[in-house]
């Protein structure tokens, strides 16, 4: 059965195109310093929100049309499996993720739960035999169940802890079974609502015994994927523990996880914990933990996360600046963790939803491999630091210095001179990156 009857394969057309279904700038074959962008980019489809998602709200149910509603249980499971790699081959897109309960149904028992998910499992990897699309990574859902009320684990019921730690031991397996590139934590309700009721440090000492368990138990059965953690720093919990990078990594510095875990970086939920995107990959990239990406991007005007498909030219470029300057993402990669807007119901609109997404980290990534090229950051930044290069800035920098040196240098000062950080220049001259590279694609 065909699910995406009206839709042939996406290819890429260049931007005179008038065609909605072919892209305009991702051209999956183009090079950009020696690699293909199919190679570079490394997208990826988001399973729960493209083929599991049905558009609903807190204050409205879903309002998705799909070829496979009228199903339930493991029948739907199983047509989503078949639409899903009829979309992959369409999309012509290299990777996919998905949380065991998005490929699955849950059973009554942790036993029915495994049995469902063995054998869609199975369906997946015969499907796998005849694709390109690998899967970049997989996870456990410990968040949306009831039980899951106090946390997984980090919740106050031993049960609970047991009963995730079983989910997370099943996944790793079906991890390795598949190939995955990757494996992500995702500590949805891993956080507290008031201290009133916490035992915080318990709390992190069991999130830490957890992941250690976690490595262990990949080592023993020699699944060797890098171990992702993704930050965000409040909803559906009012403070989660994995804030953001930062938070992330002091986490792990403690806990002597920081050899076995990178970072997975949503761009919506940077901008819930108050840092822009590119603050967020900048601080992962600096510490040499950036994983992959979860792209997507949120509503200015809303203080939720949205999952919106990435469409901001200047976002993605400095998404990108950061990416290309970390030589890519490794085993890591773009996944488009991003849903179509309620009133976009139409299956077509998921085509119409990766394009945009597509074809916008496209554009981005010409601009930051520009401006990498023409050292225009660089540069101004260079100069702006060069008191630290010679002189008293170079002994401080070595370490040839201390607190009375630098007072019997500050005393002979007379005036002391800043030159201006030229921002709003900056920022023009991003705007005329983005202009140039959309003038001189050929048409």
């Keep these: ?113 495994n049995k469902n998910q063995d054998i869609i499992v199975a369906m997946i990897k015969e499907y796998m035999k005849t694709s390109k699309t690998k899967l970049l990574w997989n996870t456990a859902n410990m968040f949306t169940n009831p039980r899951y009320v106090h946390g997984a684990a980090t919740s106050n019921n031993a049960d609970v802890y047991a009963y995730s730690a079983a989910k997370v031991k099943k996944a790793l397996e079906v991890g390795k079974e598949l190939g995955a590139e990757n494996y992500v934590f995702w500590g949805g309700r891993e956080g507290y609502e008031t201290l009133l009721n916490t035992n915080m440090g318990l709390e992190l000492d069991n999130l830490a015994r957890f992941f250690h368990m976690a490595v262990d138990y990949a080592k023993e059965i020699g699944f060797d994927a890098p171990f992702l953690i993704e930050p965000k720093p409040k909803e559906p919990t009012k403070h989660q523990y994995d804030f953001d990078v930062a938070t992330g990594l002091a986490f792990l510095q403690k806990y002597d996880l920081t050899d076995h875990f990178k970072f997975n970086i949503e761009a919506n939920h940077a901008t819930l914990a108050g840092h822009t995107f590119e603050h967020e990959l900048r601080v992962a990239r600096e510490n040499n933990m950036l994983g992959s990406v979860d792209a997507n991007q949120g509503d200015t005007l809303l203080g939720w996360d949205t999952d919106e498909f990435p469409t901001d030219l200047y976002s993605t470029t400095l998404a990108m600046y950061e990416i290309l300057k970390n030589d890519g993402l490794g085993k890591g990669g773009l996944n488009f963790d991003a849903k179509v807007r309620r009133g976009s119901f139409e299956a077509e609109d998921l085509f119409h939803a990766h394009i945009a997404g597509m074809d916008t980290f496209a554009i981005g990534t010409k601009v930051a491999n520009k401006l990498i090229q023409d050292k225009v950051l660089d540069n101004f930044i260079e100069e702006r630091y060069s008191s630290y290069t010679q002189g008293i800035g170079l002994e401080i920098v070595e370490g040839k210095t201390n607190l009375r040196k630098l007072e019997e240098y500050a005393l002979q000062l007379t005036e002391i001179k800043n030159a201006s950080g030229r921002q709003e220049r900056l920022k023009a001259t991003v705007n005329q990156y983005i202009i140039e590279t959309l003038a001189n694609v050929t048409v």
Aim: negative net charge.
């Design 1 to 113: 059965m065909a699910y995406f009857e009206n839709v042939n394969q996406i290819k890429y057309e260049g931007p005179g195109s008038a065609n909605p279904l072919a892209f305009k700038y991702y051209n999956p074959e183009e090079v950009i310093n020696g690699k293909k962008m199919e190679d570079l980019l490394r997208f990826s489809v988001a399973y729960w929100h493209t083929f599991t998602a049905d558009g609903s709200d807190p204050f409205g149910v879903g309002t998705a049309i799909r070829p496979w509603n009228h199903l339930q249980g493991l029948d739907l499971a199983k047509a989503r499996v078949e639409a899903a790699f009829e979309f992959f081959e369409k999309l012509n897109v290299p990777f996919f993720c998905f949380h065991d309960v998005d490929i699955a149904p849950e059973g009554a028992t942790l036993a029915e739960s």
